[in-house]
Protein backbone atom coordinates (compact mmCIF):
# COMPACT_ATOMS: atom_id res chain seq x y z
CA UNK A 1 0.00 0.00 0.00
CA UNK A 2 0.80 3.69 -0.60
CA UNK A 3 2.78 5.16 2.44
CA UNK A 4 4.33 8.73 2.63
CA UNK A 5 6.57 8.86 5.51
CA UNK A 6 7.52 12.75 6.25
CA UNK A 7 10.79 13.56 8.85
CA UNK A 8 12.95 16.59 9.47
CA UNK A 9 10.84 18.65 11.55
CA UNK A 10 11.75 20.07 15.29
CA UNK A 11 11.73 23.94 16.53
CA UNK A 12 14.16 26.21 14.93
CA UNK A 13 15.04 29.70 15.24
CA UNK A 14 13.98 32.43 12.80
CA UNK A 15 16.39 32.93 9.73
CA UNK A 16 17.68 29.07 10.57
CA UNK A 17 16.94 26.27 7.68
CA UNK A 18 15.97 22.79 8.01
CA UNK A 19 15.21 20.04 5.46
CA UNK A 20 12.39 17.94 5.27
CA UNK A 21 12.27 14.62 3.89
CA UNK A 22 9.30 12.37 2.41
CA UNK A 23 10.26 9.06 2.19
CA UNK A 24 7.67 6.96 -0.68
CA UNK A 25 6.39 3.63 -0.80
CA UNK A 26 4.27 1.18 -2.16
CA UNK A 27 4.10 2.77 -5.98
CA UNK A 28 6.25 3.96 -8.81
CA UNK A 29 7.66 6.95 -7.06
CA UNK A 30 9.60 7.80 -10.42
CA UNK A 31 5.73 8.48 -12.07
CA UNK A 32 4.43 10.99 -9.84
CA UNK A 33 4.17 14.10 -9.03
CA UNK A 34 4.84 15.33 -5.45
CA UNK A 35 3.85 18.38 -3.67
CA UNK A 36 4.36 19.87 -0.08
CA UNK A 37 1.25 21.21 1.81
CA UNK A 38 1.19 23.38 5.37
CA UNK A 39 -1.02 23.76 7.95
CA UNK A 40 -0.44 26.11 10.53
CA UNK A 41 -1.63 25.47 13.98
CA UNK A 42 -5.50 25.67 14.43
CA UNK A 43 -5.77 26.87 10.49
CA UNK A 44 -6.37 25.76 6.82
CA UNK A 45 -4.47 24.10 4.42
CA UNK A 46 -1.67 25.80 2.24
CA UNK A 47 -0.38 24.55 -0.60
CA UNK A 48 3.46 24.89 -0.77
CA UNK A 49 5.54 23.50 -3.97
CA UNK A 50 5.13 20.65 -6.42
CA UNK A 51 7.98 18.75 -8.28
CA UNK A 52 7.41 17.25 -11.67
CA UNK A 53 7.75 13.14 -11.88
CA UNK A 54 11.11 13.69 -13.11
CA UNK A 55 12.24 17.06 -11.16
CA UNK A 56 11.92 19.07 -14.73
CA UNK A 57 9.20 21.50 -13.08
CA UNK A 58 9.24 23.10 -9.68
CA UNK A 59 6.91 25.49 -8.82
CA UNK A 60 6.02 27.11 -5.51
CA UNK A 61 3.99 29.45 -3.48
CA UNK A 62 4.56 33.15 -3.50
CA UNK A 63 5.39 33.55 -0.13
CA UNK A 64 8.13 30.80 0.25
CA UNK A 65 9.78 31.50 -3.44
CA UNK A 66 13.70 32.13 -3.04
CA UNK A 67 13.41 30.94 0.31
CA UNK A 68 12.25 27.15 -0.34
CA UNK A 69 13.13 24.67 -2.68
CA UNK A 70 12.03 21.43 -3.42
CA UNK A 71 13.93 18.31 -5.04
CA UNK A 72 13.47 14.52 -5.53
CA UNK A 73 15.90 11.47 -5.72
CA UNK A 74 13.81 8.67 -7.64
CA UNK A 75 16.77 6.27 -7.25
CA UNK A 76 15.68 6.67 -3.07
CA UNK A 77 12.29 7.68 -3.51
CA UNK A 78 12.73 10.33 -1.40
CA UNK A 79 11.50 13.88 -2.00
CA UNK A 80 12.49 17.10 -0.10
CA UNK A 81 11.98 20.77 1.18
CA UNK A 82 14.73 22.51 1.60
CA UNK A 83 13.11 25.23 3.90
CA UNK A 84 15.65 28.18 4.48
CA UNK A 85 15.35 31.58 6.09
CA UNK A 86 12.50 30.69 8.06
CA UNK A 87 9.93 32.90 9.68
CA UNK A 88 7.48 32.57 12.22
CA UNK A 89 4.70 32.29 10.23
CA UNK A 90 6.41 29.22 8.84
CA UNK A 91 5.05 27.29 11.76
CA UNK A 92 3.07 24.88 10.68
CA UNK A 93 2.65 20.76 10.12
CA UNK A 94 4.14 19.79 6.62
CA UNK A 95 2.57 17.29 4.87
CA UNK A 96 3.85 15.58 1.44
CA UNK A 97 1.13 14.23 -1.10
CA UNK A 98 0.91 12.88 -4.41
CA UNK A 99 -1.53 13.67 -7.36
CA UNK A 100 -1.98 10.83 -9.45
CA UNK A 101 -3.28 10.52 -12.55
CA UNK A 102 -6.22 13.27 -11.96
CA UNK A 103 -5.68 16.90 -10.03
CA UNK A 104 -6.55 15.87 -6.70
CA UNK A 105 -4.03 14.29 -3.70
CA UNK A 106 -4.38 10.75 -3.65
CA UNK A 107 -1.96 9.83 -0.61
CA UNK A 108 -0.89 12.30 2.35
CA UNK A 109 1.92 11.54 4.83
CA UNK A 110 1.29 12.20 8.16
CA UNK A 111 3.17 15.24 8.38
CA UNK A 112 6.26 16.70 9.87
CA UNK A 113 5.91 19.68 12.63
CA UNK A 114 8.25 22.76 11.77
CA UNK A 115 8.15 25.47 14.77
CA UNK A 116 10.00 28.62 14.39
CA UNK A 117 10.81 30.46 17.87
CA UNK A 118 13.35 31.94 19.30
CA UNK B 1 -5.71 34.01 -5.93
CA UNK B 2 -7.41 33.97 -2.66
CA UNK B 3 -8.35 30.56 -1.28
CA UNK B 4 -12.06 29.41 -1.64
CA UNK B 5 -14.63 30.42 0.83
CA UNK B 6 -16.61 27.71 2.79
CA UNK B 7 -19.02 27.99 5.89
CA UNK B 8 -16.65 28.05 9.01
CA UNK B 9 -19.33 25.34 10.79
CA UNK B 10 -21.86 23.31 9.49
CA UNK B 11 -24.03 20.80 12.04
CA UNK B 12 -26.52 17.87 12.29
CA UNK B 13 -28.13 15.32 14.34
CA UNK B 14 -27.28 11.54 13.62
CA UNK B 15 -29.20 10.43 10.37
CA UNK B 16 -29.82 13.75 8.83
CA UNK B 17 -27.82 15.11 5.67
CA UNK B 18 -25.78 18.76 5.76
CA UNK B 19 -24.03 20.21 2.38
CA UNK B 20 -20.91 22.39 2.73
CA UNK B 21 -20.40 24.93 0.38
CA UNK B 22 -16.94 26.04 -1.72
CA UNK B 23 -17.24 29.18 -3.69
CA UNK B 24 -14.32 29.92 -5.82
CA UNK B 25 -14.06 31.89 -9.01
CA UNK B 26 -14.80 31.80 -12.81
CA UNK B 27 -10.91 30.80 -13.09
CA UNK B 28 -10.89 27.99 -10.99
CA UNK B 29 -14.05 26.34 -9.64
CA UNK B 30 -15.99 27.70 -12.34
CA UNK B 31 -13.35 26.85 -15.00
CA UNK B 32 -12.17 23.30 -14.36
CA UNK B 33 -13.89 19.94 -13.05
CA UNK B 34 -11.08 19.20 -10.66
CA UNK B 35 -12.90 20.14 -7.34
CA UNK B 36 -11.88 17.85 -4.67
CA UNK B 37 -13.11 16.90 -0.86
CA UNK B 38 -10.69 16.21 2.21
CA UNK B 39 -12.17 15.11 5.46
CA UNK B 40 -9.36 15.59 8.45
CA UNK B 41 -10.13 14.60 11.81
CA UNK B 42 -7.81 16.18 14.57
CA UNK B 43 -4.05 15.44 14.52
CA UNK B 44 -4.79 13.43 11.28
CA UNK B 45 -3.71 13.47 7.83
CA UNK B 46 -6.41 14.86 5.20
CA UNK B 47 -8.38 12.17 3.46
CA UNK B 48 -9.83 12.78 0.26
CA UNK B 49 -13.47 11.71 -0.22
CA UNK B 50 -14.12 13.23 -3.51
CA UNK B 51 -13.02 14.11 -6.40
CA UNK B 52 -13.47 15.45 -9.85
CA UNK B 53 -16.20 17.45 -8.15
CA UNK B 54 -18.48 14.28 -7.91
CA UNK B 55 -16.26 11.04 -7.78
CA UNK B 56 -15.88 8.54 -4.63
CA UNK B 57 -12.35 6.88 -4.08
CA UNK B 58 -12.76 3.11 -3.37
CA UNK B 59 -13.74 2.89 0.19
CA UNK B 60 -15.53 6.28 0.93
CA UNK B 61 -19.16 5.28 1.56
CA UNK B 62 -21.60 6.46 -0.23
CA UNK B 63 -23.04 8.86 1.87
CA UNK B 64 -20.57 11.47 0.71
CA UNK B 65 -21.50 12.84 -2.81
CA UNK B 66 -20.34 16.19 -4.56
CA UNK B 67 -21.74 18.57 -7.50
CA UNK B 68 -20.90 21.63 -8.71
CA UNK B 69 -22.93 24.80 -10.14
CA UNK B 70 -21.39 27.59 -11.40
CA UNK B 71 -17.90 29.34 -9.01
CA UNK B 72 -19.72 26.87 -6.60
CA UNK B 73 -19.19 23.51 -4.91
CA UNK B 74 -21.21 21.49 -2.89
CA UNK B 75 -20.14 18.10 -0.78
CA UNK B 76 -23.70 16.42 1.05
CA UNK B 77 -23.33 14.11 3.59
CA UNK B 78 -26.21 12.04 3.76
CA UNK B 79 -27.19 9.87 7.15
CA UNK B 80 -25.06 11.97 9.02
CA UNK B 81 -22.94 9.61 11.44
CA UNK B 82 -20.58 10.73 14.67
CA UNK B 83 -17.36 9.54 12.68
CA UNK B 84 -18.52 12.16 10.71
CA UNK B 85 -17.51 14.74 12.68
CA UNK B 86 -14.47 17.08 11.17
CA UNK B 87 -12.65 19.40 9.28
CA UNK B 88 -13.69 19.37 5.60
CA UNK B 89 -11.82 21.20 2.87
CA UNK B 90 -12.77 21.43 -0.59
CA UNK B 91 -9.50 22.29 -3.48
CA UNK B 92 -9.65 23.10 -7.03
CA UNK B 93 -7.10 22.73 -10.09
CA UNK B 94 -6.40 26.34 -11.11
CA UNK B 95 -4.11 26.02 -14.01
CA UNK B 96 -1.64 28.32 -12.73
CA UNK B 97 2.11 27.78 -11.97
CA UNK B 98 2.28 29.88 -9.33
CA UNK B 99 -0.65 28.45 -7.68
CA UNK B 100 -1.86 25.34 -9.30
CA UNK B 101 -4.18 24.01 -6.31
CA UNK B 102 -6.31 26.60 -4.18
CA UNK B 103 -7.92 25.14 -0.59
CA UNK B 104 -10.92 26.04 0.72
CA UNK B 105 -10.80 27.97 4.40
CA UNK B 106 -12.36 24.80 5.49
CA UNK B 107 -15.43 23.97 7.69
CA UNK B 108 -16.10 21.94 11.00
CA UNK B 109 -18.84 19.35 11.15
CA UNK B 110 -20.40 18.64 14.12
CA UNK B 111 -23.16 16.10 15.08
CA UNK B 112 -25.17 17.27 17.88
Known amino acids: QVQLVESGGGVVQPGRSLRLSCAASGFTFSRYAMHWVRQAPGKGLEWVAVISYDGTYKYYTDSVKGRFTISRDNSENTVYLQVNSLRAEDTAVYYC???????????WGQGSLVTVSP | QSALTQPASVSGSPGQSITISCTGT?????????VSWYQQHPGKAPKVMIY???NRPSGVSTRFSGSKSGNTASLTISGLQAEDEADYYCTSFTGSDTLPYVFGTGTKVTVL
Open chain 2, 52 to 54: DVV
Open chain 1, 97 to 107: AITGTTYYFDY
Open chain 2, 26 to 34: SSDVGYYNS
